[in-house]
């Protein structure tokens, strides 16, 4: 007997159509801005910059594909020796990417992610309070692990609860809050999601940086506002009031703590000590021997690596099995191809900015757009990334928008942090269909929710997000000196 034929997702077919022609299209267009770009900083550099760019946006190839191909075309090219264009692959930045994701893997073996998520739902007595928790888990544990790892953890519990109550529109508003609470839960910490350290990258290559607190100092409170705000459009949405009494009482999870999870806690506790510590010391201590010591090598990247591979010699066994808290087979399950993705936005950048590329066709955009101040910069960027996001992945959209915004900001003589922060917190955004995001792909496999009312709520959501996300940085970027 046959297997029944898989669900299609909705625009799964208009996903491979976008495929099959950006395959072809990256090409012909990397041709014609060559052609275009004859006198111009690097005719090379604009051809093949806008032929990773149209492949990351349509993903006609893998991704981590694409970044490989950048490598290889600057060397065939000539742009850059073979040298250079590979050892983009170590830049530091990627080794944050890894000791994170080595986290989230021992988080996710060990069972920790899904005994914060029952604890916190079993204290649930109202349906208001329900959706605000299971959104401020999903939130959670979107800072030290990715938005799909945390969505995968999250929904099944909020899938036991609304099965409990028996309430299709409290369902639906459940999924929809792991789902979207995951995405801006990833905006908190550097290590959030992959277009925050795409943003951070783009910083550095201007000569800011960016501390780990540096970061949550501008992510947690706009992303907590973004939660709040998340949280009213689902309750306005789905008719959910603060009178409404949970006819049940929820489960929580009974079973004793393990090796596994009592050593998953110390290492996160330990990374986010040391990934705090330098900018603690900056106020505490400024200039002394002990502060320039920890700034100079207790940078965010070795923590990172000490913290992940740690769990690979702490016990996270039984008294009857022993093991570590993490192995490598379990480690290396991790999503390497994103190292390979970042490795080639990391060299396009690099080219763009010593070539004088990204600067030329900043000041082409200024005219053409006529934004010329931060923040009519700020909302140009912050809109079009959003706009991407609904359409391909958050770290291609971050990836093509991160050097445009600084490039925009540079040709404008206006302030390049709020711009690239923009657009980064813009990136992360794609709530109206279930291809715009893996978490929404998930929460629209429970069949708990329609296309129609993800895409109603979901464009709801990203005209709210867009005007939190420009008011917050214009709020909160003045007291850094970024405007």
């Known amino acids: 007997m046959s297997e029944p034929a898989a669900t299609e997702l909705p625009g799964e077919s208009f996903e491979r159509w976008r495929q099959r022609i950006g395959l072809g299209l990256g090409p012909a267009l990397a041709l014609l801005a060559w052609w275009l770009g004859q006198g111009s900083a690097s005719p090379a550099l ?6 990773c760019v149209t492949w990351w946006l349509t993903e006609a190839l893998p991704m981590a594909v694409v970044g490989l191909v950048a490598a290889v075309g600057a060397v065939v090219t000539g742009l850059a020796k073979p040298e250079v264009a590979f ?4 830049y530091p930045l990627l080794y944050l990417f890894i000791g994170s994701f080595f986290i989230a893997e021992a988080m996710r073996v060990h069972g920790l992610g899904e005994r914060l998520a029952s604890a916190m739902a079993g204290r649930a007595h109202s349906r208001l309070s329900l959706l605000v928790v299971v959104s401020i888990v999903a939130f959670t544990l979107s800072t030290v692990m990715s938005n799909t790892a945390a969505t995968a953890i999250v929904l099944p519990i909020a899938l036991a609860a609304a099965a409990a109550i028996g309430d299709a529109r409290l369902s639906t508003a459940l999924v929809l809050a792991v789902a979207w609470g995951a995405s801006v839960g ?6 959030g999601t992959p277009p925050n350290l795409i943003g951070l990258r783009e910083l550095r290559e201007h000569g800011i940086e960016l501390s780990f607190l540096g970061w949550m100092a501008i992510g947690v409170p706009v992303g907590l506002v973004l939660l709040a705000g998340m949280i009213g459009v689902l309750c306005l949405f789905f008719g959910i009031r603060r009178k409404q009494p949970l006819a049940v009482r929820l489960a929580r999870t009974e079973r004793p703590w393990n090796r596994g999870e009592i050593a998953v806690l110390a290492c996160i506790a330990l990374a986010l000590t040391g990934w705090l510590l330098p900018s603690l010391l900056q106020i505490a201590v400024p200039g002394s021997p002990v502060e320039r010591w920890v700034a100079e090598h207790v940078t965010e990247e070795v923590v990172a ?17 022993r093991r570590p808290a993490l192995t490598w087979d379990e480690a290396i399950r991790i999503d390497w191809s994103l190292i390979l993705l970042f490795g080639g936005g990391v060299l396009l950048g690099k080219l763009a900015k010593q070539t004088g590329l990204v600067d030329e066709w900043g000041g082409w955009l200024v005219q053409i757009t006529g934004a010329g ?7 140009l960027v912050t809109a079009a990334s959003i706009l991407l ?10 990836t093509l928008m991160a050097p445009l915004a600084a490039g925009l900001a540079d ?6 942090v709020p711009s690239v922060l923009g657009a980064t917190l813009g990136a992360s955004f794609g709530f109206m269909m279930p291809i715009s995001t893996a978490p929404n792909a998930m929460a629209y496999a429970t069949r708990k929710v329609t296309v129609g009312q993800m895409a ?16 917050g940085l214009r709020l909160f970027a003045p007291l850094f000196g970024w405007s």
């Open 389 to 398: 996001s609904e359409a391909t992945s958050n770290t291609a959209t971050a």
């Open 373 to 379: 101040s931060t923040w009519s910069i700020v909302a």
């Open 46 to 51: 604009a051809g093949l910059l806008v032929l």
């Open 87 to 90: 050892g983009a692959f170590g």
């Open 186 to 191: 990833g905006l908190g910490t550097p290590v």
């Open 305 to 321: 690596v000490v913290a992940g591979c740690l769990k690979l010699v702490l016990p996270g066994g039984s008294a009857r099995v």
């Open 456 to 471: 109603r709520a979901g464009v709801i959501f990203d005209v709210v997000g867009f005007v939190l996300i420009v008011g």
């Open 411 to 416: 040709a404008a003589h206006a302030a390049p």
